[in-house]
């Protein structure tokens, strides 16, 4: 309970992280309730009613294969889910341990980093462009690919920060008590990381909502059937004159998802400690 | 100065070498013969026979590597499949719109990322300070090919003021003016970056005027506007001028996406033409170009870094 | 006087890199260059000198928390400085260090119980929870705090509570030997002589010895035994605490206490 | 008539929505060629009153609520920020705690004491640049056309505090306010500073306020002493009247918690209890949870300033001289 309360208390006087966070809800529920709140099948075609405008009971249209836009709208919102936490997952998990493992034993840290140094020469669309030539389009390489090109940047801030930790005298004074590695980095260490981590993972989860939607657009993300936002997005780009809808809400619910999780991150890191602030890469 | 950009870019090259072998692995990891992926799917098996000697893929990878790598410092990157002419041409033919979009795209990131970000960092606090630093935010979280599309939407085919797509070179009919082709598509990839750039600013404006010296600078009697140029502004203008590598990273891959969608004839597009096309040499010579490419900008920024830094010491 | 000394410290280096790379010369910055002390059970020595003077790089390489260059220190004989980190780590419960910032000193993310339960279960002190509860609460009091306050975390706490549940992080596993470093430096004045009242008289009680680190002559005064006088990384005067601050033999510890603003001169 | 005259200085923080007083009634003068410290443990308001009189406070989440500080003739609270300015730096100027990162450090020491002449005399580059030299050369610092060149890095603490000095001595101010100035240097060092600051004042007959927590620095600076507790002055007196009349419970315990370097003591008289926060929300005599002469008067009434002697003002109910 305390920490929901400590959570809630981040958004004291910010309005607009508060609606931020509120329109995350509303995703997350959407994500977790679509089969019953979409209308449609998302993937059923009705030729008849090709590229209709929004109105009963289509919502909000169809597009060019008479598909429900509105279904396809809240399974995209599952599919956002997915692909933010598996990508948060995935980059947290192996660059954390990279980039703690490496502030924490020098001389594992200087071969480790130097590999994230070079991984990091790549630009990171380009990184997701090369891994995705490499392999098959589908949700769980995107997820991968977009986890490892955030695996770089965390390992640094992850290594950063450690460093930090290491230099403090608690962590002196833990090793004095006779704590040995595993106690350090796990007990001193990593709690003291939890709320930047969490800070990182939100400006993780919307970055990784607009990588996804560029590999969907250049047709390299995830597969074409799949109801995703950038999926609506780049299918129905060249009907952007005769059916603006089309691209209007799912572009809303894109930017809307993306700015609500970077309020939401900007809120958490103006409460985290002041030293690591400088480190978490956001907006 | 000179003796320590020698040492730095000294020390570039283990991680050039890191970054090469995996560029060079790249091909290697393609299901398939190399030989034949590189030829690509109309070659002959005499074609494929020969090249598979001509880059000794009989021989043990180190050897290939160390044959590769000769090449490409030769400046042979390779045939490609789509053209059949050498990669290094084929990116060169990029190159120029390409270069004049990033640059275009610099200045409007410079002409509206820092004074908006430092009138944000003055009005700490106010309406004006909640709508720039707010509105960067927004801006940052829209999708680059959807603010594209939407541009084109608007001003070239609604207002029709600029052009929608294309890129005629400079030495075409209409010279310079030809920039008007890209005036579009360099604000589409400055908007998240210029965005980003605010919040920097004005981020690292609000972390300098904590410091001592400010205070110090107050004391004097010094007019506030003057404080928070001289003394604010160009203190924080170090962390500012390190994230320009990152800048530029950013700018590489939204310049995939941006040229896709302007159909602009640059090296983004060639990318993702490549990869649809599996013209594989091309690619790997496009990655490396840009890996070089990034490692000498990070470079340059250090050395920025250090020019705006007198204690970063320049052993 | 003529027993053995706890520990005998013997021509001590402990060097830094500050320089060099790939293709850089190598540089060292020589922190402490050659100091020899002992320490005799039950007596407080203090190393006394100004900030860079390498007085606490001497604290830290007798905790192993920076390598020695070179040079011997025997406690009980034997040479801690030799010892990989798991053969010092039982010797960790008789060599306690108190540190100098209360306000980083503690982990912000761990209560006053856990903080002190762990070194308890480390060095097998305590068997069950029930058995530290009972060891932290009799320690706490020791140290002048109430034992209820147990379940809090350190930023409900002063600087000088803080300092306290520090001292009773170090005196709950009884060790023989405690660095202290600049441990009252941080607090203020009135707060300051509590605190060193309650080192003071820990220390009578328990005969514990003491390593006492401080920039202060005046905390040094009031708190040693004998007295150290480190200038650039080498002692240049020890003796007797007398004898130090009434006849000083070396320049620069004259020159320190000709430095010291004096209440004394200003009442008449 | 006194330069400085502060009366009934009021300052109050804002959190949360509601004023903190942090200073309250606090009145005193200084008058040139004097040096007049103020004493006192952390957050007993010491440093705001300082910042106060040289007008920095302005944009932060504290401000003054009432009183007044006149200067040199002039009322500073009702001054335009625009006239402020023009006092700041030249008649009235500062130096700070800490001297590693009160100097900007991607500026060289010359330009930055440059820009305070220029700020506040109609003067040259060339100028300006040759009384940097002289200054540097007053506060000592060795071969200083060479070291004007230099960045803040380069330098030493207790060198970079010189040049503090020298920055706040370039346009002859006729009042000095010294924030903590040695707390950050050795002792050897802080000696050299002091030592150069009393020679500065007698020969340009500077007033100085010092701010300091340790009351030897106080003792052998100040010409008058005000001890704080919590926002309030608890003692105040010349310094030679103070020491050896203290009257004040609290100044003789801050006295008593001293360890001295000439002679032995067993056992500190320390103050029990512990230093108040700001928050907390004391009645009566603010020092009355750690006083060993409080009785129930002491909780419910604030007592108000009297005098014990000439020129010697305690805020207590019960204390007085010679009652020690």
Known sequence: MTFIASFLSMFRGRKLAIVGLIWLCIVAFAAIAAPLLAPFDPLEIDPVARLSEPGMPYLFGTDHFGRD??????????????????????????????????????????????????????????LALVLMTLLERSVTNTIIVIGVVYATTTARILFGMTLKLKGEVFVDAAICSGAGHGSVLFRHILPNLISPLLVQASFIFAFAQLQAAALDFLGLGLPPEVASWGNMLSEERIYVTRAPWLLIFPGALIILSVFSMNLVGDAMRDSIDPRFKDDIAGV | MLVYTIKRLLALIPTLLAASILVFLFIHLIPGDPAAILLGDTATPE????????????????????????????????????????????????????????????????????????????????????????????????????LGLYLILIFAVGLGWFPSSGFPSVSDDG????????????????????????????????????????RTARAKGLHPAKVAIKHIFRNALIAVAAAFGFTFAALVSEAVVTETVFSLPGIGRLVVQSILRRDYPVIQGVILVIVVLYMVINLLVDLAYARLDPRVSLK | MTSTPLLRVTDLHTHFQTGGGLFAKRSWLKAVNGISFEIRQGEVLSLVGESGCGKSTVGRTLTQLEPSTSGQALFNGADILKMNPAEFRPLRRDIQMIFQDPFASLNPRLSIEQTLTEPLFIHGLAASRAQAREQIAETLERVGMDPRVMQRHPHEFSGGQRQRIGIARVMILKPKLVIADEAVSALDVS?????????????????????????????????????AVMYRGQIVETGDKRQIFETPQHDYTKMLLSSIPRISERVA | MALLEVSNLEIAVATGGQLLPVVRGVSFEVKANETFGIVGESGCGKSLTSLAIMGLLEGSQVRITGGSIHFDGRELTALSAEDRRAIMGAQMAMIFQEPMTSLNPVYRIGDQIVETLRQHRDMSRRQARDRAVELLDLVRIPEPGRRIDSFPHQMSGGQRQRVMIAMAMACDPKLLIADEPTTALDVTVQKEVLDLMADLQSRMGTAIVLISHDLGVIAETCDKVAVMYRGKIAESAATGELFSNMCHPYTRGLLNSIPVVDRDVEWLEAIPGRVPTIDEVLSGCAFHPRCAMAEARCESEDPDKRDVATGHTIRCHFAEVGSA
Do not use: C
């Not at chain 2, 060169?92 to 409007?108: P, Y």
């Not at chain 2, 360099?186 to 904590?210: H, K």
């Not at chain 3, 003071?200 to 040094?220: A, C, N, P, T």
């Open chain 2, 47 to 146: 074609e494929v026979a020969a090249l598979t000697r001509e880059m000794g893929l009989d021989e043990p990878i180190w050897k290939q590597y160390l044959l590769w790598l000769g090449n490409v410092l030769q400046g042979d990157l390779g045939t490609s499949v789509f053209f059949r002419e050498p990669v290094l041409k084929v990116i060169g033919s990029g190159a120029e719109t390409s270069i004049l979009l990033a640059t275009m795209t610099m200045v409007w990131i410079v002409l509206f990322g820092i004074p908006i970000g430092i009138v944000s960092a003055t009005k700490h606090g106010t309406w004006v300070d909640q709508v720039t630093s707010g509105g960067a935010m927004l801006f940052a979280s829209i999708p680059t090919f959807w």
């Open chain 2, 175 to 214: 010279g310079w003016t030809n920039l008007r082709y890209l005036i579009l598509p360099s604000l589409t990839l400055a908007a998240p970056n210029a965005a980003l750039i605010i919040r920097l600013v004005r981020a690292s404006m609000l972390d300098v005027a904590r410091e001592d010296h400010v």
């Open chain 1, 69 to 126: 836009s509105f279904s396809r709208a809240i399974y995209g919102a599952r599919m956002a889910v997915i692909i933010g936490l598996g990508s948060v997952v995935v980059a947290l998990i192996t660059g954390g341990l990279i980039g703690m493992l490496s502030a924490y034993f020098t001389r594992l840290g200087h071969v480790l980093m130097r590999g994230v140094d070079v991984l990091m020469a790549f630009p990171a669309l380009l």
């Open chain 3, 191 to 227: 707060i300051q002589a509590q605190v060193l009242n309650l080192i003071k008289k820990l220390q009578r009680d328990s005969g514990i010895s003491m390593l006492f680190i401080s920039h202060d002559l005046g905390v040094v005064r009031h708190i040693s035994d004998r007295v």
